[in-house]
């Protein structure tokens, strides 16, 4: 099965968007989060993000885990301005099996207020006591049209992301950390680390 397919029509090569080569970054975040998983202790995983069958394959080499694809900002679609719990309880529904582990990639940047805080809630009721939540957030002033997709791979002793990002460029909310807590209402912040490239990684723990 291929997870990244073309589009079926192509536009014309003076008219396509220019797509961004591929750059693989170091995620020390994660890396310190998959260093704390014992390799025999099931886990459920949530993933905000699009499908990517890669990812799925290296958490399941290396724990007995179930994956949950929920690609948030593509099941959303429009949303109709006031109503962000509901749409969020379409695309997210509170009623599933406790999470272990919500891989959040970059999505919260394309979410306003209103939908990063109804997401925040139902990950709450969602996760498990003790659960971890992984996010990116963008500190530049622009980032990718859509959340980009991201291959987790093995560094040296570490985890490394390779970036694909989206054709285009958006303006970026610029999320700080004290509206990153505030939009996650039941989860502490364990880990923060701003890195190079402008991502600001998160390690968010669900309160006991």
């Known amino acids: 099965m291929k997870w990244f397919r ?38 459920h995983v949530i993933d905000l993000g699009p499908a990517v069958g890669a990812n799925i394959s290296f958490l399941s080499e290396r724990f007995p885990c179930s994956v949950e694809v929920v690609d948030l900002v593509r099941s959303l679609g429009p949303v109709v301005t006031g109503d962000a719990a509901s749409a969020i ?3 997210l529904p509170e009623e599933g099996e406790p999470a272990d582990l919500v891989l959040a990639w970059d999505v919260f940047n394309y979410l306003d207020r209103d939908l990063f805080r109804a997401t925040g809630r139902v990950l709450s009721a969602r996760c498990r006591p003790g659960a971890t939540l992984f996010a990116m957030i963008v500190t530049l002033p622009e980032m990718g049209r859509e959340p980009g997709k991201y291959l987790l791979e093995a560094g040296g002793g570490g985890i490394d992301l390779q970036y694909r990002p989206e054709p285009g460029r958006r303006a970026c909310p610029r999320y700080r950390p004290a509206e990153v807590h505030q939009m996650l209402p039941g989860f502490s912040v364990d ?10 990684e998160f390690l968010m723990l669900k309160d006991g």
């Open 6 to 43: 073309s589009r079926a029509a192509t536009p014309p090569p003076d008219s396509a968007p220019a797509v961004a080569a591929p750059e693989v970054h170091p995620a020390p975040a994660l890396g310190e989060l998959f260093g704390r998983l014992h390799p025999d202790e099931r886990l």
């Open 89 to 91: 309880a379409r695309a």
């Open 191 to 200: 880990r923060s680390l701003l890195l190079r490239h402008g991502i600001q």
